[in-house]
């Protein structure tokens, strides 16, 4: 039996997409569509360039920074981690309907759609990869800059033994942003600590790049002309799936979200390794799993528990047993990271690992902890 692309459209239009872009940032009505900031973590966006549109349940970034767009296909492959066309009718219709679909070979409709936005989207993945790559690259050593300064002074880390490997530093790194719409300027330039993702092959991923002020004091203060704070971080490449490999693989390792939180625990002792986002750290929740009402939001729900055991989520090395989930307690929503992290620790324990979430004091992050605690034993 052959399916037409009239029925795989109707497969895209039942999909409640706004729930599954919802869970990741807010969306208002805008006349019949909805707009809010967009999602993608690689675009540090200003001016709320994202749309949904209802009627064709689709949605669509007009940043040219991003300019992504598509059908709930491209976002679940684009942004959920899926890794092809298939898998996403799998988790939409059925393992029999998916079947039928994939042996269509004649009919140019399904089968030809599917082949184009996965050469798409590989094309412009490898693209951002080979420009991450590049970046890294070019780094210099940490030894002597004004990264390790950071690292070491600022942060709290004193003499721990840095990563050579995957911690570079760049003296004069340009920071580009969307000054008006569809206009992008260096903003910013300066010293930046560079950090190199890894996939299960240790093939690079992508760069993570942290801009830092030029006595290392601290992370870079970068503003706009009409006082708009930019984050100073970014990333560079497809890293959803890969790791930021900080210290060794080892049978009990901590596993965080940023690098001067995992560097801090290595600094007691514990390897660990960094997902560089909170959705790479915990990987997707099953569309149809449970969710409990916000206790703090109301008409919010929390995120599900609920593994998604298909989704992308950072590579663990195959001898870690035990997981130690490392928590920031400085979330302006705490009740929704703590669900986010359960849903790690279930997929850990599914997969036969123990695993459980280390939370720091209330209004912490575990650096802030770690050093506190440095303090106090001084």
Wanted: with cysteine; charged share 30%; aromatic share 8%.
């Amino acid at each position: 039996m052959r399916f037409s692309e009239v029925q795989v459209e109707k497969i895209k239009q039942s999909a409640n997409l706004f729930e599954r872009i919802c869970q990741h940032t807010t969306l208002r009505r805008s006349g019949r569509l909805y707009s809010g900031k967009c999602p993608f973590p690689d675009h540090d966006d200003r001016n709320a360039s994202f749309v949904f549109d209802p009627v064709k349940n689709t949605f669509r970034c007009y940043s040219t920074e991003c300019d992504r767009a598509g059908s709930i296909i491209d976002w679940m492959m684009e942004f959920e981690g899926f890794r092809s066309f298939l898998d996403c009718i799998k988790d939409l219709s059925g393992e029999e309907l998916a079947k039928e679909i994939v042996q269509d070979n004649g009919y140019k409709g399904p089968a030809y759609k599917r082949q184009k936005v996965e050469e798409r989207i590989a094309t412009d993945q490898e693209k951002a990869r080979a420009a991450g790559y590049r970046i890294f690259q070019a780094g210099r050593a940490l030894k002597g800059s004004v990264a390790e300064t950071y690292l070491r002074e600022a942060r709290g880390l004193g003499d721990l033994d840095l990563p050579e490997a995957v911690l570079r530093y760049a003296p004069d790194l340009p920071f580009w942003a969307e000054v008006r719409k569809g206009k992008f300027e260096v903003v910013h330039r300066g010293p930046a600590l560079l950090a190199a993702f890894q996939h299960k092959d240790s093939r690079f991923a992508a760069v993570h790049q942290t801009w830092l002020k030029p006595d290392g004091s601290g992370k870079a203060e970068i503003v706009l002309e009409d006082g708009q704070r930019l984050p100073a971080k970014k990333i560079r490449g497809p890293y959803m799936g890969a790791s930021l490999r900080l210290g060794p693989a080892a049978p009990v390792m901590g596993l965080g979200e940023g690098i001067e939180t995992c560097l801090s625990v290595i600094a007691c002792g514990l390897s660990c390794w960094a997902a560089g986002s909170l959705g790479n750290l915990v990987g997707r929740g099953w569309v149809h799993g449970i969710r409990e009402p916000h206790p703090k939001r109301i008409g919010h729900m929390l995120p599900t528990t609920q593994p998604d055991f298909d989704s992308t989520r950072m590579d663990l090395p195959n001898k870690l047993r035990s997981a130690i989930v490392l928590a920031d307690s400085d979330s302006k929503d705490l009740d929704g990271l703590k669900a986010e992290l359960e849903r790690a620790v279930r997929r850990a324990r599914c997969e036969g690992r123990s695993a459980r979430i280390l939370w720091p004091p209330l209004g912490m992050d575990m650096n802030d902890w770690i050093m506190m605690e440095r303090r106090d034993a001084a």
